[in-house]
């Protein structure tokens, strides 16, 4: 079946500093990729997608790039502030479940940023 | 513009009793509903989702239940609440013209004690 790996946590950061969560799947047909953002006590708000290969989704200064050859949609955004500090998922809707159209979530990757 | 609401946000209730958590959609017509499940420090678990009125499927056998009974609402319910339900309750809606995201509620924290 489908699934999302992500890197584990939490991972800490100073503020201004680059970051990197990595996002690996597994799945049949053409997923679509999608990064969702949860800030403490509150529900989770899409933060970027890409439905096919190469494309880049980007927001809020994030970015991270559909890599069909690796299976990856690495979440990168150059300078991290204190307000970025959440957890986010990486997440994957398979085209291929008709009706449905269930998304799978990774486990989750805390992000901390430091002053 | 859509918007989905959950209630209540926060509930505690004792094991054995019963449970229903609503959501609606706002905005939208014959919406894909789902919820998924949040346990503490863990990923989300899709737990039930709805194609239309009265069409319910469930992803994992469970001591919950859900049910759609009006277009743009969707109920979670149980009738004996189990220690291992505690957790964070999430509801979302995915339009038919979407790209294929969900839209998520605020969700609803249960503790069963």
């Known amino acids: 079946g489908d699934s999302v790996t992500q890197m584990e946590g939490p991972v800490t950061l100073s503020e201004e500093a680059f970051l990197t969560i990595n996002c690996t799947y597994t799945?049949?047909?053409?997923?679509?990729l999608f990064w969702y953002v949860q800030y403490p006590g509150e529900g989770l708000q899409l933060l970027l997608k890409?439905?096919?290969?190469?494309d880049k989704g980007s927001n809020k200064g994030f970015e991270a790039t559909y890599r069909k050859e690796t299976t990856s949609f690495h979440l990168e955004k150059g300078s991290v502030q204190v307000s970025d500090s959440a957890v986010y998922f990486c997440?994957?809707?398979?085209?291929?479940?008709?009706?449905?159209?269930?998304?799978?979530f990774g486990t989750g990757t805390q992000l901390k940023v430091e002053l | 513009s859509q918007t989905i609401h959950q209630w209540p946000a926060t509930l505690v209730q004792p094991v054995g009793s019963p449970l229903s958590l609503e959501c609606t959609v706002e905005?939208?017509?014959?919406?894909?509903l789902y919820w998924y499940r949040q346990a503490a420090g863990r990923g989300l678990q899709l737990l039930f989702y709805s194609v239309g009125i009265g069409q319910i499927s469930s992803e994992v056998p469970q001591n919950l239940s859900a049910s759609r009974p009006q277009d743009r609402q969707f109920i979670l319910s149980s009738k004996k609440l189990l220690l291992s339900d505690s957790g964070f309750y999430l509801c979302?809606?995915?339009?038919?013209?979407?790209?294929?995201?969900?839209?998520f509620g605020e969700g609803s924290r249960l503790t069963v004690l």
């Open positions: 890409a439905t096919k290969a190469d």
């Open positions: 799945a049949t047909g053409y997923p679509s």
């Open positions: 997440a994957l809707s398979d085209a291929l479940t008709g009706g449905g159209n269930k998304l799978t």
């Open positions: 979302a809606w995915r339009g038919l013209a979407m790209g294929g995201e969900l839209f």
């Open positions: 905005g939208t017509s014959n919406p894909n």
